[in-house]
Nanobody, 123 residues
Framework: QLQASGGGLVQAGGSLRLSCAASGRTFSSMGWFRQAPGKEREFVAHITWSGGISYYADSVKGRFTISRDNAKNTVHLQMNSLKPEDTAVYYC????????????????????WGQGTLVTVSS
């Protein structure tokens, strides 16, 4: 089970930190996706659980940082320099097996999803 938290309303240029607490099963890696109204769910960031290797969508590279706390089974997404186009429902997801680089951006590799947390960035 994945429990996402930390969403909210923030002004453009501001910051938010999302968290996703995992329980009940083991996994190889975790990712964050987002879905804006009327758009498809898109990849944001991914991190491998053992090595902490991270990947980012080009749209968030340099502004967002994904990290994990192995002891607490929690993954965080630090979002800085937020833009109105970052407005979306953010979902965390876990993958049961290691994903190849080209697979991390697809929802198909993830088998467990959190409930989503809304991030709204005002201009």
């Amino acid at each position: 089970q994945l429990q996402a938290s930390g969403g909210g309303l923030v002004q453009a240029g501001g910051s938010l930190r999302l968290s996703c607490a995992a329980s009940g099963r083991t996994f190889s890696s975790m990712g964050w996706f987002r879905q804006a109204p009327g758009k498809e769910r898109e990849f944001v960031a991914h991190i491998t659980w053992s090595g902490g290797i991270s990947y980012y969508a080009d749209s968030v590279k340099g502004r967002f940082t994904i990290s994990r706390d192995n002891a607490k089974n929690t993954v965080h997404l630090q979002m800085n320099s937020l833009k109105p186009e970052d407005t979306a429902v953010y979902y965390c997801a876990s993958a049961p097996v290691p994903l190849r680089t080209m697979e991390v951006v697809s929802t198909r590799g993830y088998d467990n999803w959190g409930q989503g947390t809304l991030v709204t960035v005002s201009s």
